[in-house]
């Protein structure tokens, strides 16, 4: 049952991925429709995680007071309702009014699948139920990538953002029909059950190394999702199609989700758990770099996916790994909390340079240089978990 109940949330986490790859996929078409320029199109980019900002922390106490399923169901509908309100839109704002309804149902979704997963791996298999459930916003980013465009050029950018709607309207009634919660679980989880941590606690030194982890977080995530969003201009700027460069791209992903479960076994099994971190995201970046600089665009795809698959994991455990078991959900929260916040700046930055520079080249190699940050932010990370008294690891 359990790991029927896992399939289904892997399906939900994909209507995330989706809804937020929507706008890069279809970016080209919309852009033009929507009489915006590149920095218009960054701010929706990067708005959609403006809600997680006030959301992550509270969507905890939000599921113990109205459960953890009817949460997630609210979550998808959510989703369904800014896919189609983007879907209409025929101005920015409208545009960013959806992309916000969205980002809302993104916010609580991203927490309470955590919570679901726990709720029925907690005694076993939760790193590995965790990492497959991780894996389906890169399937999501990839299935966007290849459908997308397609359904755009075929059609109308808006029949894909129709089409999103519809998935999440069906994920909801199947969350609220097949969920449930293990024997013996009254209510969500113990996360559920705790409260906001108060503003002193936000001063005392457990949020350093969360605030550290989620900044190297944030790099490696819009440093890939800058990739995925701006490379397939690049590459159709060489007579490429856009179809045809958005599947060559998203390469990357398909081959990410392979690898990732193996950056997950390195990290723990290898004697220094940062070392795939550093290899992968240098190796990415450095993937990345020969793909704009004109290497085959397939094998540099494929290069850079293999990489990126390496540190997720590892950096994923890293507010987990540092944390007293009874500050763990307070690290994570924050963790996520930074996340957002710093998702939604970059991205906006990178429309600008896209606007500033009208170079797709330029912004590429912006995201690979954001990649190789995730290296040199491990530097500040280890000295600061040096520095501070080290916390019970939580228990795998």
């Not at 983007?86 to 101005?91: A, P």
């Not at 059950?193 to 949020?207: E, H």
């Not at 990415?284 to 293999?306: D, E, K, T, W």
């Amino acid at each position: 049952m359990r790991w029927f109940i896992l399939a289904i949330l892997f399906i939900a986490r994909t209507c995330m991925a989706l809804e937020f790859q929507i706008l890069g996929a279809v970016m080209p078409f919309a852009r033009v429709d929507l009489d915006s320029d590149y920095a218009a199109m960054g701010q929706l980019m990067g708005l959609f995680m403006l809600p997680g900002i006030v959301l992550a922390l509270p969507a905890g106490m939000l599921s113990s007071r109205f459960g953890l399923k009817r949460l997630a169901v609210f979550s998808l509908l959510l989703l369904a309702g800014g896919s189609a309100l983007f879907s209409v839109s025929h101005d920015y704002g409208t545009a960013l009014a959806g992309r916000l309804v969205g980002g809302a149902g993104n916010a609580v979704l991203s927490v309470l699948v955590s919570a679901m997963v726990a709720e029925w791996f907690r005694d076993r298999d939760l790193s590995t139920a965790l990492s497959i459930v991780f894996i389906s916003w890169q399937f999501g980013l990839a299935v966007a990538l290849a459908v997308f465009p397609a359904i755009a050029e075929a059609a109308s950018w808006r029949w894909a953002c129709h089409l999103t709607t519809l998935v999440c309207l069906t994920v909801a009634v199947l969350v609220g029909l097949t969920y449930r919660s293990p024997a013996g679980t009254t209510t969500g989880t113990a996360i559920g059950r705790r409260s906001m941590p108060s503003l002193r606690l936000i001063a005392r030194r457990q949020s350093i190394l969360p605030t550290l982890a989620g900044i190297i977080w944030t790099a490696y995530n819009v440093g890939q999702v800058i990739f995925l969003t701006y490379a397939p201009a690049l590459l159709a700027s060489t007579g490429m199609s856009v179809t045809e460069a958005s599947r060559t791209v998203s390469l990357t992903v398909w081959v990410t989700m392979a690898t990732m479960p193996l950056g997950g076994l390195l990290t723990d099994r290898c004697g220094r758990p940062l070392m795939p971190v550093a290899v992968g995201s240098l190796g990415a970046a450095a993937a990345g770099m020969a793909f704009s600089l004109g290497a085959p665009p397939v094998a540099s795809c494929i290069a850079a996916g293999l990489f990126l698959g390496l540190p997720a994991g590892g950096i994923l455990a890293l507010p987990a790994r540092h944390s007293a078991p009874g500050e763990t959900a307070w690290s994570l929260g924050w963790f996520m909390t930074v996340f957002y916040i710093l998702m939604t700046l970059i991205q906006m930055l990178a429309g600008l340079i896209r606007d500033r520079t009208g170079s797709d080249l330029v912004t590429v190699e912006f995201g690979c240089a954001l990649l190789a940050l995730v290296a040199v932010g491990l530097i500040p990370f280890e000295l600061a978990r040096r520095a501070l008294r080290p916390a019970p690891a939580m228990a795998a």
